[in-house]
């Protein structure tokens, strides 16, 4: 991690930073009506999701691999495909992210720049396309 180019990590205020992150997108999924579809999808109690996407958040920015360290490999496709992931889906958990990048007061240029980047992973979580007002599972991208 250099300080003439640094990571995502240390610009968003290294661990402190990112816990704060985690902790806005889950009071926002928790508190926020037009997500309520997604917020079902989890357990009542979200302090282990919020544990789970700490860990990963803070590798994929740059950080400590905590999470491959504690789980291996991420295979976030594959640890979501239990679940009905459509553009529905996508678009709510997109907006909770937008709401607690703005909470935590990151930076416009980086928060677009994280923006483009959790869009596309997102968008390649999604397993499920609506087809005529019903839903099919896609098998494969």
């Known amino acids: 991690m250099s300080k003439t180019n640094p990571s995502a990590y ?3 205020g ?3 930073g990112v816990r704060a ?15 309520a579809h997604i917020r ?24 400590p691999q ?3 360290e504690k789980f291996g490999h991420p295979r976030l496709r594959q640890r979501h495909m239990p679940f009905a992931i459509g553009e529905a ?6 907006l909770c992210m937008e709401r607690a990048l703005e909470a ?8 677009a720049k994280l923006l483009e980047a959790f869009f596309r992973t997102a968008d390649f ?9 019903s839903s099919f599972q896609i098998v494969s991208q």
């Open 89 to 94: 889906e996508r678009d709510q958990w997109m």
């Open 125 to 133: 979580m999604r397993n499920r396309t609506a087809v005529g007002g």
């Open 66 to 68: 905590l999470y491959a």
């Open 104 to 111: 935590a007061g990151v930076a416009s240029e980086l928060k």
């Open 14 to 16: 290294g661990e402190a």
């Open 21 to 35: 992150l985690v902790d806005h997108f889950y009071r926002i999924m928790d508190t926020t009506p037009e997500v």
């Open 40 to 63: 079902r999808m989890h357990p009542d109690d979200l302090s282990g999701s919020g544990d789970k996407l700490f860990m990963f958040l803070s590798g994929w920015f740059g950080g």
């Open 10 to 12: 240390e610009l968003l």
